[in-house]
């Protein structure tokens, strides 16, 4: 069995692209491609099916994808506890946010103190950034409001707030005080899908305080919710980390009960201890 073969395979089942495993093996796309063909062929099996847009897993490919990605784990720790009293000079860090508001500034500390290290950033939302934690694709994630499990390690990094978002020419703009929840019954709003963590704090404080605004728009980014309110299709919802410095709109802060939302720096609790993803967590705490 190859070893070179099955590495190159891990890496297009990890990165579903064939230039994305190049990078991460530090070898060439043809490379690549060379070791997975040779390992179709050689067992006479089709692991991989490439589409227009990524390659995706067979059935056998995913399987194969569960054992590859448990041994080069494996492999990975043995590296890390071998060079364990080595400085910290190079290494490559996968992680994965739900926004970049609060990952770009950790990123930026990281660089300071360790800039050796290559970070590859995956940005998404709420679930698709658990999921990739979860899967072993990436080494850390920046989560909000997720629930603890066996086997996470959690660390909170900050609070936000939820706030509207309003034109800047709107009569609340002079508020002097924090927007009353109870304000916005019958409110025309933008908002994000109901799949949305902001949503879905702004939804449950909002059926908890008895009120029902009138969603005009769900839109798909805190980008077009604030293009929506810029343009005076109605108020926008937005979390107090996610504020841009857009002189068109203006964020108030929304008092009410379950307004608040938690975010949480995690790891794999079996990884916690390796030597680039501890020092991340606890730079970052």
Partial sequence: MNLFQLRAFDAVAREGSFTRAAARLFISQPAVTGHVKALEEHYQITLLRRTARRVELTEEGTKLAAITRAMFGLVDEAQVMLEANR???????????????????LLARLREQYPGVTVNLRLGNAQETLTALLGEHVDVAVLTEVEPRKGLTLRQIAESRICALVPANHP??????????????????????????????????????????????????????????????????????????????????????????????????????????????????
């Fill in 87 to 105: 400085q910290l000079l190079t290494g490559r860090l996968e992680v994965a946010a739900d926004g970049p508001h609060l990952v770009m500034p």
């Fill in 172 to 285: 609340w703009s002079a508020l002097k005080q924090d927007l009353d929840i109870a304000q916005l019954v019958n409110v025309i709003m933008v908002l994000r899908e109901p799949t949305s963590i902001t949503r879905r704090t702004f939804d449950l404080a909002c059926k908890t305080a008895g009120v029902t605004p009138r969603v005009l728009l769900e839109l798909d980014s805190r980008e077009a919710v604030s293009e929506a309110v810029a343009a005076q299709l109605g108020i926008g919802i937005v979390s107090s980390v996610e504020v841009s410095h857009d002189p068109r709109v203006k964020a108030l802060p929304i008092k009410g009960e379950g307004l608040i939302n938690t975010h949480m720096l995690g790891c794999l609790e079996r990884r916690a201890d390796l030597r680039l993803i501890d020092a991340f967590m606890t730079m970052a705490q």
